[in-house]
T-cell receptor, first 115, second 116 residues
Framework: GAGVSQSPRYKVAKRGQDVALRCDPI?????LFWYQQALGQGPEFLTY????????KSGLPSDRFFAERPEGSVSTLKIQRTQQEDSAVYLC?????????????FGEGSRLTVL | AQSVTQLGSHVSVSEGALVLLRCNYS??????LFWYVQYPNQGLQLLLK??????LVKGINGFEAEFKKSETSFHLTKPSAHMSDAAEYFC??????????????FGQGTILTVHP
């Protein structure tokens, strides 16, 4: 597609439910990032994929958070047993390069509200 | 560890006035620096980046930023604000080390309001 696509755009979950957030990066982009943006804050790094390999998951806040990118394209961020503190906008970004000077292209985000 | 501080969560200017958004960083190595803009209901978009070439960097929409190592700053400026510049702006830093793969650390953001 023309840009990074994320779905759903909005998700309301009851505390304890599992949720899955999908990211379709720009075709051919090697690098894929997930960020979490709490209300009034800047995005915070969650995890990074280079193709299908998850090279860094140091930002995942707990073992309830899991991300995958099995074929090196679409990625899914899964949150198990959601808690109220998980409420945030989850941003996906992709880049065509492996290096660190490449521009990140962000999706519009998935806004998760946990009641 | 790297960090970014954006001074002022809200900045308000009149149309045609100078825009100055402040960003200071902390990094143990010379960093790469970025400014991103987020318009309502849109994804973050790169405005400009500094990657150790010229210290004065020009970006899209008339914005520019100057890397000042002695001040550990990367302030964003625009000579004349337009109504369309109203958005949230994020400063970000990345470690240029070989294993960093573009991981960004963001500031908390500055909301720019432009008055007619």
């Amino acid at each position: 597609g023309a840009g990074v696509s994320q779905s759903p755009r909005y998700k309301v979950a009851k505390r304890g439910q599992d949720v899955a957030l999908r990211c379709d990066p720009i075709s051919g982009h090697v690098s894929l990032f997930w960020y979490q943006q709490a209300l009034g804050q800047g995005p915070e790094f969650l995890t990074y994929f280079q193709n299908e390999a998850q090279l860094d998951k140091s930002g995942l806040p707990s073992d309830r958070f899991f991300a995958e990118r099995p074929e090196g394209s679409v990625s899914t961020l899964k949150i198990q047993r959601t808690q109220q503190e998980d409420s945030a906008v989850y941003l996906c970004a992709s880049s065509r390069v492996r290096g660190n000077t490449g521009e990140l292209f962000f999706g519009e985000g998935s806004r998760l509200t946990v009641l | 560890a790297q960090s970014v501080t954006q001074l002022g969560s809200h900045v308000s200017v009149s149309e045609g006035a100078l825009v100055l958004l402040r960003c200071n960083y902390s990094s143990s190595v010379p960093p790469y620096l970025f400014w991103y803009v987020q318009y309502p209901n849109q994804g973050l978009q790169l405005l400009l980046k500094y990657t150790s070439a010229a210290t004065l960097v020009k970006g899209i929409n008339g914005f520019e930023a100057e890397f000042k190592k002695s001040e550990t700053s990367f302030h964003l400026t625009k000579p004349s604000a337009h109504m369309s510049d109203a958005a949230e702006y994020f400063c970000a830093v990345s470690d240029p080390g070989g294993t960093s793969y573009g991981k960004l650390t963001f500031g908390q953001g500055t909301i720019l309001t432009v008055h007619p």
